[in-house]
């Protein structure tokens, strides 16, 4: 029953992880922009860690109990496998700081790298120091080094997040209402999903039962921005558009694919640059009229984005 519940979970986790990266993919290609581009990295490191630090150990818990291997060995081996998927952290903060740069389209800081360094370098001499204490004690040590683990972790992300929300409420006061607001309700969630990931991980010892519900509301709490993020992203951000469209390619593709006149207007308008809210109020359509329209558009083109349609147009 429990392996069940396990397996479930992992399997919900791993279409969280897919549908996120895939939302973020799609970003990349309607909007073509360094906030979306470093946006679908900052997941992809994320939910790398989410399997190879969380869900390995739990899975090499579960093997190394299966072959009748000692509780201290289970848990060294626990300990120490989340270490080795530090990286994908590390990069995926960093990704985190570049984002709020791009959010609000400003170039990163020259002395950027330095920065990261400052704070690495900073977190690392606690963590040493810390290492040194409880080093005297190795029973003690045993017991706490998850705790050390899972408390710089939360440290270090409230640090990097702390930096992204700073950055982007200096420099989002210049944009108009809808784009501050959009924005704000996006560091928002940014910031309830990182506060429910701190709490998923102080409560890693509760019953078993308990622990698979939570594992699952760690990898949701990034899905929802995301999710979010898709909703709005089309009255904020400008879709990619052909600056020097091939009218005699349009004119082929209108007849090959049978292109209806309602179609060819959407093509245009998406090869301006439209938004899908903008080429609704032009056209005087519902907004959900005009993502069917482009659905059956793709369908019909055997594409999957905005700017794989520009590309065939395109000069």
């Known amino acids: 029953m429990l392996s069940l519940i396990f397996i479930i979970v992992f399997l919900f986790s791993a279409a969280i992880a897919i549908a996120s ?61 989340p270490i080795l998927g530090v990286p994908l952290l590390i990069i995926s903060w960093i990704m985190l700081t570049k984002m709020g740069y791009y959010l609000v389209q400003v170039e990163p800081k020259k002395n950027l790298f330095r920065i990261h360094i400052l704070i690495l370098t900073s977190v690392s001499i606690l963590i040493i120091g810390i290492f040194f204490i409880l080093k005297k004690d190795h029973s003690l040590f045993k017991e706490y080094l998850v705790y050390m683990e899972i408390g710089v972790q939360i440290l270090i992300e409230f640090i990097y997040l702390t930096f992204f929300t700073t950055i982007v409420l200096k420099h989002v006061k210049k944009y108009q209402k809808p ?71 349009k004119i082929l593709l209108f007849s090959k694919y049978k292109i209806t006149k309602r179609e060819k207007e959407i093509i245009d308008k998406i090869c301006q640059g439209k938004t899908n809210q903008q080429i609704a109020d032009e056209l005087f359509i519902g907004l959900q009229t005009v993502k069917d329209h482009t659905h059956r558009i793709y369908s019909k083109i055997g594409i999957n984005s905005r700017l794989k349609l520009v590309q065939m147009i395109n000069r």
């Open 21 to 81: 990266c895939w939302i973020t993919y799609q970003f990349t290609t309607t909007y073509d922009t360094k906030f979306h581009k470093t946006y679908f990295y900052y997941l992809f490191t994320f939910f790398g860690f989410g399997f190879y630090g969380i869900w390995a150990q739990i899975i090499m818990s579960t093997l190394l109990s299966y072959v009748d291997t000692d509780i201290e060995t289970i848990k060294t081996v626990a300990n120490f496998l």
């Open 179 to 249: 784009y501050k607001n959009i924005i704000t309700q996006f560091i928002l969630l940014l910031i309830v999903g990182f506060l429910l990931r701190a709490v998923v991980l102080s409560l890693h010892e509760l019953n078993i039962y308990v622990l698979a519900p939570l594992l699952l509301i760690y990898f949701l709490s990034n899905f929802f921005p995301v999710f979010y993020l898709k909703l709005k992203s089309d009255l904020i951000f400008t879709p990619v558009g052909a600056e020097h469209p091939n009218e005699e390619k």
